[in-house]
């Protein structure tokens, strides 16, 4: 319905704006003080201190400027429990909790139609053009595998974002987009009624949906016809420095690293000819992914001619390597240290292409991460730290199964399943024996809890009857909760113990947990003539859609809470 509604208000819009609205954009635009261009990065598991770890040793321009010129949040949270990928992007866009923008998680469990749904899946979009599906074999994001179709929309999610609010108050005169590596990374940060281009592992291109386009425009026809990725067959990433100068540099083959067939655990990291079947795939797990999506954000800024004009367009560019480095060789890695040094040159030359392009006065940066990331447990616990991968097929399934069959008088399975984070109860199973799906839930939730590296197991109704205590912790896990789509129970293993297993792909590293590593991002704004100030205060990534809509006076996003960051409106 939703999907309708704004294609049909688009075409409504345009044709309205020649005839009626001419004079309020005159209004809008002889306001000198607003940007010509929003500009979102948002570096995917980029946790708050990383940049720190190298920022001595870079030189001007990218990291260095954000941290010296820009205010810099230097305690800055996701709110929510689930720190997923697209739940954070979608935090960061909406201004929302996930409870109210609807992304609750990567994959959610669809009780209706039981079967898993992955976020940003919508089979009536198919991406545009011939073999540019998602190629599973190639596939080695678990997450992304398991979408079945390779339809692409934002209907899921339920609340505006920023950039459709510019969009409504500019009567679709912005021009805004959103750019990733991954589409989870690209679509919710244009919201509705902006444009989202995505990389395609398949192809080696930047892909859309007919959610956006009936055709790919002509300049990114002409940018994926330069074919760049294969100027990188039979090359390989190769440290940027001496590898005496890192922190890392005595720790490159470390026995917890996911050793990927070619591609290795130490540098050189070899990507393969173009007949390596993981060639593309390989490519997003170095710095090469980012410096693609750098090229073609920077093809798109000319081609779109953002920034143009007094109307504020916006532009989300969301780098995915960080996350996908970390995921493979921990964060406390020398790839992970390598690839900040290379992130960080990637940043100095997106931020002084704008500068060059349009000019940093009139470009307001906003950078930011969707989550953070935990340390490899190995090297936890050589600090002596407790830590170590949960599997949660351990769950003693079995002694679960006794009580709950004993207590309830059950001869089936009463889990449908679960996903991340959420166990799913099987209502089938619930109403055949005319069960109390709360007492289940709660019964369940008790047994669970008991279990070793379980912290808490939560049942959703205990949240909404406001049974538990008003901590932190449990505030988290009630932001997550979408009584559509959330399961009956959350899970939270203890600090440091993470579930790494995904489908049988074992990594190194995993997020997704209400703990400060995975919660704690930077939050940075920069250019437009601000100044530089460091803010100790706490503040949430819920604050970041609220304050660009104060800071250009429009109407605030559908669900959007938080604080306005003052020091950045007070300009
Ligand atoms: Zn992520």
């Known amino acids: 319905m939703s999907i309708h509604y704004f294609k049909q208000a688009k075409k409504i819009i345009s044709g309205l704006i020649v005839f009626l609205f ?216 190769n440290l940027t420095h001496d590898i005496s100068t890192y922190i890392h540099g005595e720790e490159d083959d470390m026995p917890y690293e996911t050793n990927l067939p070619g591609y290795g655990v130490v540098f050189p990291h070899n990507f393969g000819g173009l007949d390596n079947k993981y060639f593309t795939t390989f490519l997003t797990l170095s710095p090469v992914g980012d410096e693609l999506t750098l090229d073609f954000a920077k093809e798109l800024i000319v081609a779109e001619q953002l920034g143009r004009d007094n109307i504020t367009d916006y532009l989300s560019v969301s780098f995915s390597s960080t ?43 906003v950078l930011s991460a969707d989550h953070g990331g935990p340390d490899v447990p190995e090297r936890l616990k050589n600090f002596g730290i407790d830590a170590g991968y949960f599997d949660i097929n351990s769950v003693d399934t079995t002694a679960i199964s006794q009580v709950m069959n004993k207590k309830f008088n059950l001869t089936e399975k009463i889990v449908s399943g679960y996903f991340h984070p959420y166990v799913y109860l099987n209502t089938d199973v619930i109403n055949k024996y005319n069960l109390d799906v709360n007492e289940v839930s709660r019964t369940l939730a008790y047994e669970l809890q008991n279990q070793e590296g379980i912290a808490f197991a939560i049942a959703s109704i205990d949240l909404l009857e406001g049974k538990l205590a008003d901590t932190e912790l449990n505030r988290s896990v009630l932001r997550n909760y979408n009584p559509k789509r959330s399961g009956e129970i959350f899970i939270v293993t203890e600090p440091y113990w993470y579930i790494n297993d995904f489908d049988g792909l074992t990594v190194a590293s995993t997020h997704g947990s209400p703990w400060k590593y995975d919660t704690s991002v930077p939050v940075i704004f920069a250019g437009n003539g601000l100044k530089h100030q460091n803010i100790f205060r706490n503040v949430e990534t819920v604050d970041v859609a609220l304050t660009l809509s104060n800071y250009l006076k429009i109407k605030i996003p559908s669900a959007a809470s938080g604080q306005p960051l003052i020091e950045v409106l007070k300009k």
């Open 22 to 237: 001419i004079g309020s954009l005159n209004t809008y635009s002889q306001n000198d003080s607003n940007p010509k261009l929003i500009l979102q990065i948002t570096v995917d598991q980029l946790r708050a201190d990383l940049p720190k770890t190298v920022l001595d040793r870079l030189p001007d321009g990218g990291f260095k400027y954000l941290y010296n010129q820009g205010i810099v949040y230097e305690n800055a949270h996701h709110r929510h429990a689930n720190t997923e990928t697209v739940v954070g992007h979608s935090t960061l866009a909406t201004g929302a909790d996930p409870s109210e923008h609807g992304m609750i998680g990567n994959l959610w469990y669809d009780k209706e139609h039981k079967q898993s749904v992955y976020n940003v899946e919508d089979y009536r979009y198919p991406l545009i053009g011939s073999g540019k599906g998602v190629d599973k074999t190639t596939e080695i994001d678990p997450t992304q595998a398991a979408a079945s179709t390779d339809g692409r929309s934002p209907s899921a999610l339920i609340s505006t974002t920023f950039s459709d609010e510019l969009a409504l108050f500019t009567n679709g005169k912005s021009k805004i987009f959103g750019v990733s590596v991954k589409d989870r990374g690209a679509i919710p940060m244009a919201g509705h009624a902006g444009k989202a281009f995505w990389f395609s592992k398949a192809t080696g291109q930047f892909a859309t949906s007919t959610y956006y386009y009936d055709d790919y425009p002509d300049w990114v026809n002409k940018w994926n016809k330069k074919e760049k990725y294969k100027a990188y067959a039979n090359t390989s990433w």
């Open 323 to 365: 996350d996908y480095i970390g995921h493979t060789f921990g964060p406390a890695s020398l790839e992970s240290e390598d690839n900040l040094i290379r992130l960080d040159r990637t940043l100095a030359n997106l931020i002084s292409f704008v500068n060059e392009k349009i000019g940093l006065d009139n470009v307001l940066i």
